[in-house]
């Protein structure tokens, strides 16, 4: 996967005490993406838009708020979390991903 005529936010996201990070890019169709990674733990992120995450490396379990089964996923697979939720994340070997976000809903 790659991507051309990005820009890319100088900025890295750094969530939990620096284990999860990444960098926000925009593509020219003006699609809001992230690059990241993740490393070994268990992690509660919330949406505002809804997310779609393809894994490019490594492995984990997905918790959706709407759910109580852990789903798992690995490298070429991808989830998908709606808008305005959350969801859990274990991650077991360090998770690499690309995450493509929809439209914020109200």
Not at 43 to 53: D, G, H, I, L, P
């Amino acid at each position: 996967m790659s991507f051309k005529n990005v820009e890319i936010k100088k900025k890295a996201n750094v969530y939990h005490d620096g284990k999860v990070t990444s960098r926000t890019f925009i593509t020219s169709a003006g699609e809001m993406k992230t690059l990241g990674v993740m490393l070994p733990g268990t992690y509660r992120f919330s949406t505002q838009a809804s997310e779609v995450v393809d894994v490019t490396q490594g492995h984990c379990r997905v918790k959706r708020a709407d759910s109580q089964a852990w789903e798992s996923y690995e490298a070429g697979q991808s989830f998908d979390i709606p808008a305005n939720s959350h969801f859990d994340v274990e991650v077991t070997a360090l998770l690499d991903y690309v995450c493509h976000f929809g439209p914020i809903t109200s």
